[in-house]
């Protein structure tokens, strides 16, 4: 096992530790933060399969599928924020500001 392949072994850890945290944090968050929190846990759990996959074809180099699916991710999560940023404008003024 590389170098290159225990960094993306430990960023898959992050990305499904991180994916887990808005997942739970979804149940304890205002409705209006729900929908966003469960679409970035979903992006957060896919982007850390994107790792293990990479892993996976590492002899291969990264296929266009795998780089198409890691797009589409950090587009999704760049989605995920200016939703909140949006939603957290909205009126409540308990909500946390980012």
């Known amino acids: 096992m590389s170098g290159a392949d225990i960094f993306n072994g430990a960023e898959a850890g992050v ?3 991180i994916g887990i945290g808005c997942w739970v944090a979804s149940f304890r968050s205002p409705a209006k933060y729900k929908k966003t929190l469960l679409v970035a846990a979903v992006a957060f759990l896919v982007f850390g399969v994107s790792d293990v996959l990479e892993i ?6 990264m296929p266009w599928w795998l780089w198409a ?3 589409l991710c950090v587009l999704c999560l760049a989605g995920c ?4 940023r949006r ?7 308990s909500s946390p500001r980012a």
């Not at 996976?56 to 180099?61: D, E, I, V, Y």
């Not at 924020?81 to 909140?84: E, G, M, R, T, V």
Request: hydrophobic share 45%.
């Open 15 to 17: 990305w499904f530790a």
């Open 69 to 71: 699916m890691k797009i």
């Open 56 to 61: 996976l074809t590492a002899g291969t180099g």
């Open 81 to 84: 924020y200016f939703a909140y």
């Open 87 to 93: 939603i957290s404008r909205t009126g409540d003024s």
